[in-house]
């Protein structure tokens, strides 16, 4: 799934937007474009702005400054019902009462679409959600999935240019939900619409979207593909919000254009890191080194950075991988996700035996505030 180039087309361009309810400010100075035919993930907490900036696309909220654009058109002043843009709501909000092919047909009836282009177009669209076969099932007799499945035919068929989501798998099964996410995001890509998702789910982001925006009060915080985000946070909030990381706390002692050394009372050793920062010597920094980066072994490693020793306090095997957490002698944590065929081909140290911890030098980012 490549990421499309945003230079030469800002499909979705939102220009210093703010929203203020009362005395809160709900959105802040948020600018962000978006590529025609990508799938974009707002990805935050609750109060983190993210649904309050959805609703704004879909019209349902007016920014209190700035301006939406879609596709070169200011949208901003327009209503909801004149915008070619089509939300799915978290609860899917289908009609109770009505059949599957009722409810997708309703949006079309309502615009006064002849009705053999309703009959076509309803059934193309439940063809491409595998849903053709219960056209006469009411809400209640399909499952959390297949009313997902209805919602998403329901905005598709009128053809928007762009599609908004939700929380898009929070109603359905954990078992369901990855399974779920990727037929999602193959029927986008078949239809070809742009789409923006709001989600809490750092997992379910990283795996719908070409690139995401993390949102905290208001801002977004940092953006860029998931791979990106994940790799290189620019922020502890972010290193500590996007999946699970080690932070460990110190001063630079050492700072080159290719590297920084840093002191930390976290570590026995120094922390060797294989990028510049722009921060003076010195300064209090923190260091975040990923659970899967950290290798576990019985064995002293080598060399005077990147290394300490502890106990481990904790093992649990989660089938593809053993997660260790291990006191330093400083009183520091640290988590280590070992998969298991390293596990079975090495002498796996065990709760309550000495081990070690270490990384490589290109395995740590440094972070600022």
Known sequence: MSSPSLGADEFVKIEEVVKIFGDTVAV?????????????????????????????LAGFERPTSGRILLDGEDITDVPPYRRPVNMMFQSYALFPHMTVEANVAFGLKQEGVPKAEIHDRVYE??????????????????????????????????????????????????????????????????????????????????????RLAVMTEGKIVQCGTPQDVYNFPNSRFVAGFIGTTNLFEGAIVVDEPDHVAIESGDLSRRLYVSHGVNEPLGMEVAVSIRPERVVVARERPGGDYNWSRGMVSHMAWMGGYALYQVRLDSGKMVEASVPSLTLARMDAPGIGDEAYVSWDADSATVLGA
């Open 28 to 56: 802040s100075s948020v600018d962000l474009s978006v590529a025609r035919n990508e799938i974009f993930a707002l990805l935050g907490s609750s109060g983190s702005g993210k649904s309050t900036l959805l609703r704004m």
């Open 125 to 210: 669209a439940l063809a491409l959600v595998q849903m053709a076969a219960y056209t006469r099932r009411k809400p209640h007799q399909l499952s959390g999935g297949q009313q997902q499945r209805v919602a998403l035919a329901r905005s598709l068929v009128k053809r928007p240019k762009l599609l908004l989501l939700d929380e898009p798998m929070s109603a359905l099964d954990k078992q369901i939900r990855q399974k779920t996410q990727i037929e999602l995001v193959k029927i986008i890509e078949q239809v070809g619409v742009t789409c923006i998702l709001v989600t809490h789910d750092q997992e379910e982001a990283m795996t719908m979207a070409q």
